[in-house]
């Protein structure tokens, strides 16, 4: 079996720089992701909590999840597609989604002669021998492929690849699906092509590492680079302009763009051809983060859990900022406690609750080796519901400030969050990062953010998001044929990849500027973007104002 998909193999994220194989057992295999990071395969016998500690924090992958649940007059797609000397429908660009997989079958992907609109798809999650070209596992199918299973009585008999959770269907008919009379839907760009990776579930090795429950469907990050980088393999191959769509997100790290994927986003978005779009993710009213700066004596700060009756296991993250060192003590809704447990280079603390049945093991990390910072990772198992006080003390006797984050998405229930919570600072990542192109949602029918929008700034004051895009009910295809509708800023983030594929069809396709970046479009749709005269911008909600490809086309007038 291979490696990255046998869960007896660790998955390991190592910098190309620091490849120090001496620290990894012997029959270690590496795996070159891209530029910047490869996959190290590591097959360990311990499977104890405590691997966390015995190897770094930064070799272990995050965990995404998905980031959604009509829109063209209100972000001046229309008015565009209209204009005679324009009309941009994403001719010559290529679309790459990276999710969960999508309906081949579906009209919306299907030009009129039957014939299949996708160059080819990556399912990461089928073992056979199909492929047509170097993939690390899983299997690639190309359009001669996928034209041969179409015209056949029996597709799936030839191509079995299938999103059985409609997530991704939903996003890439979002940007680039073709019309529909008679249910009025089109994509933004239906004359794009598309290229996909489904991505497969995250292996239970690495959900056990993060506390995540067995049912929980999460992918982990590795995937998603190798995602990204078969994506730019694709596109160079082709010589065609590329616009990646990523409607997922992660709410761990330290929230400042230096994750893997935040890194390796913003390094593609500054190459000529190239553009990243995230979302924000939906964390802005989830009650999952907490802020405090403590600068009065004695310098300690209590945080206020929830935890909800269903929960059965989950882990959170403590990032002090620099000037702090924290030691932290945990009591539990019975008043029973841990000692306090000072910051260490590697140890991890496990306390056994003997009155709950609760676990918890700590770490509390003084030099996280990716950033430098210190970080306290606590994960509960079979934790009591209640209240719980987690009890932050200075070391130093001195002034502090730190942020905390709990799981995203579906990786904890709605029940377990903090009492006195922050909504900013609550983009996931790697919507983080300084170049890839972030994108928050609204309700296009009101104009109003939507609730659960996530909210900048970066944890070092970046400013993201960099725009809002409608995200609210925006119609679909759905698999077996189906249509409907999807809410979130993933919808946003496609609506948007959508409009940048524009922007690449008018720039490179018509060698109009065939220099364009992903970090060109950025800045062209933060100029071009509606603003209200109520609000100051940037802000930290809508960015530099809702989303506006009119806008953007009379800036370039203008030059």
Same mark, same amino acid.
Request: charged share 15%; net charge negative.
């Given at each position: 079996m291979?490696k990255i998909?046998?869960?007896?193999y !660790?998955d390991?994220?190592?910098?190309?720089?620091?490849?120090?194989?001496?620290? #990894?057992?012997? @029959?270690?295999e590496?795996?070159p992701?891209?530029?910047?990071?490869?996959?190290?395969?590591?097959?360990?016998d311990?499977?104890d909590?405590?691997?966390?500690?015995n190897?770094?924090?930064r070799?272990?992958?995050?965990?995404?999840t998905?980031?959604s649940?009509?829109?063209t007059?209100?972000?001046g797609?229309?008015s565009?597609q209209n204009?005679?000397?324009?009309?941009?429908?994403?001719?010559?660009?290529?679309?790459?989604?990276?999710?969960t997989?999508?309906?081949y *079958?579906h009209?919306?992907?299907?030009y009129s002669?039957?014939?299949?609109?996708?160059l080819?798809?990556?399912?990461?999650t089928?073992?056979?021998?199909?492929?047509?070209?170097q993939v690390?596992?899983?299997?690639?199918?190309?359009?001669?492929?996928?034209?041969?299973?179409?015209f056949?009585d029996?597709p799936?008999?030839?191509?079995?690849?299938?999103?059985s959770?409609g997530?991704?269907?939903?996003?890439?008919?979002?940007?680039? @699906?073709s019309p529909?009379?008679e249910t009025?839907?089109?994509?933004?760009?239906?004359a794009?092509e598309?290229?996909?990776?489904?991505?497969k579930?995250?292996?239970?090795?690495l959900k056990?590492?993060?506390f995540?429950?067995?049912?929980?469907l999460c992918?982990q990050?590795?995937?998603?680079l190798?995602?990204m980088?078969?994506?730019?393999?694709?596109?160079?191959?082709?010589?065609r302009?590329?616009?990646?769509?990523?409607?997922l997100?992660?709410?761990?790290?330290?929230h400042?763009g230096?994750?893997a994927?935040s890194?390796?986003?913003? #390094?593609?978005?500054r190459i000529?051809?190239i553009?990243?779009?995230?979302s924000?993710g939906n964390?802005?009213?989830?009650? *999952?983060h907490?802020f405090?700066?403590?600068?009065q004596?004695? !310098?300690?700060?209590d945080?206020e859990l929830?935890? @909800?009756?269903?929960e059965? *296991?989950?882990?959170?993250?403590?990032?002090?900022f620099?000037?702090g060192?924290?030691s932290i003590t945990?009591?539990s809704?019975n008043?029973?406690?841990?000692r306090?447990?000072f910051?260490?280079?590697?140890?991890? *603390?496990?306390?056994?609750?003997v009155?709950?049945?609760?676990?918890i093991?700590?770490?509390?990390?003084?030099?996280e080796q990716?950033t430098?910072?210190?970080l306290?990772?606590?994960? #509960?198992?079979n934790p009591l519901?209640? /209240?719980w006080t987690?009890?932050l003390?200075?070391t130093?006797?001195?002034?502090?400030? #730190?942020?905390?984050?709990?799981?995203a998405g579906?990786l904890i229930?709605?029940?377990?969050?903090?009492l006195?919570?922050?909504?900013?600072?609550t983009?996931?990542?790697p @919507?983080?990062g300084?170049?890839q192109?972030?994108v928050t949602?609204?309700?296009?029918?009101n104009g109003?953010l939507?609730?659960k929008s996530g909210?900048?700034y970066?944890?070092?004051?970046l400013?993201k998001?960099? /725009?809002a895009a409608?995200?609210f009910?925006?119609?679909c295809?759905?698999?077996d044929n189906? !249509?409907?509708t999807?809410?979130?800023s993933g919808?946003a983030a496609?609506?948007?990849?959508g409009?940048v594929?524009?922007v690449?069809?008018w720039?490179i396709?018509?060698?109009?500027y065939i220099?364009m970046t992903?970090?060109?479009?950025?800045?062209l749709?933060q100029r071009?973007a509606?603003?209200?005269?109520t609000d100051?911008y940037p802000?930290n909600?809508y960015g530099?104002g809702?989303l506006?490809?009119d806008?953007?086309?009379?800036?370039?007038?203008?030059?």
């Amino acid at each position: 079996m291979n490696k990255i998909t046998d869960n007896n193999y !660790y998955d390991f994220l190592v910098r190309n720089i620091n490849l120090y194989l001496k620290n #990894f057992p012997n @029959g270690s295999e590496i795996t070159p992701i891209n530029e910047q990071v490869s996959l190290l395969n590591v097959k360990l016998d311990q499977s104890d909590a405590c691997i966390l500690g015995n190897y770094s924090y930064r070799y272990f992958p995050h965990l995404y999840t998905l980031t959604s649940s009509i829109a063209t007059e209100s972000s001046g797609i229309t008015s565009v597609q209209n204009n005679p000397s324009l009309n941009l429908y994403g001719r010559g660009t290529i679309i790459g989604v990276i999710d969960t997989g999508i309906d081949y *079958r579906h009209p919306a992907f299907r030009y009129s002669d039957g014939s299949s609109r996708i160059l080819s798809i990556w399912d990461q999650t089928v073992q056979e021998s199909l492929s047509t070209a170097q993939v690390a596992y899983g299997t690639e199918y190309s359009r001669e492929q996928l034209n041969e299973a179409l015209f056949s009585d029996d597709p799936l008999s030839i191509i079995p690849t299938t999103d059985s959770n409609g997530h991704g269907t939903a996003i890439a008919s979002i940007i680039a @699906g073709s019309p529909d009379p008679e249910t009025s839907f089109s994509g933004i760009t239906p004359a794009a092509e598309l290229v996909i990776v489904k991505l497969k579930e995250a292996k239970q090795n690495l959900k056990d590492v993060w506390f995540v429950p067995e049912d929980v469907l999460c992918y982990q990050e590795s995937d998603i680079l190798f995602g990204m980088s078969y994506l730019v393999s694709v596109s160079q191959k082709l010589r065609r302009p590329l616009s990646i769509c990523i409607a997922l997100g992660s709410n761990q790290g330290i929230h400042d763009g230096i994750s893997a994927t935040s890194m390796y986003a913003s #390094f593609l978005s500054r190459i000529a051809g190239i553009s990243v779009v995230v979302s924000a993710g939906n964390e802005g009213n989830s009650q *999952r983060h907490y802020f405090n700066f403590v600068n009065q004596e004695p !310098y300690y700060d209590d945080i206020e859990l929830r935890i @909800g009756e269903k929960e059965k *296991r989950f882990s959170m993250e403590i990032w002090p900022f620099v000037s702090g060192s924290l030691s932290i003590t945990i009591t539990s809704p019975n008043n029973e406690t841990t000692r306090q447990i000072f910051p260490s280079l590697n140890d991890c *603390r496990e306390f056994d609750f003997v009155f709950s049945g609760t676990t918890i093991w700590v770490n509390n990390i003084t030099f996280e080796q990716g950033t430098g910072n210190q970080l306290i990772v606590i994960r #509960f198992d079979n934790p009591l519901p209640g /209240v719980w006080t987690l009890h932050l003390q200075s070391t130093y006797n001195e002034f502090f400030s #730190f942020h905390s984050w709990l799981p995203a998405g579906n990786l904890i229930s709605d029940e377990t969050y903090f009492l006195n919570s922050d909504p900013d600072t609550t983009i996931t990542s790697p @919507g983080n990062g300084s170049s890839q192109l972030t994108v928050t949602a609204y309700n296009q029918f009101n104009g109003s953010l939507l609730i659960k929008s996530g909210r900048g700034y970066t944890k070092s004051g970046l400013v993201k998001p960099d /725009v809002a895009a409608p995200g609210f009910e925006l119609p679909c295809a759905l698999p077996d044929n189906r !249509y409907g509708t999807i809410t979130g800023s993933g919808a946003a983030a496609a609506h948007t990849t959508g409009s940048v594929a524009m922007v690449m069809e008018w720039a490179i396709v018509r060698n109009n500027y065939i220099n364009m970046t992903g970090i060109d479009i950025t800045t062209l749709i933060q100029r071009g973007a509606n603003r209200t005269i109520t609000d100051n911008y940037p802000n930290n909600r809508y960015g530099y104002g809702r989303l506006s490809i009119d806008g953007v086309f009379q800036r370039i007038a203008n030059l």
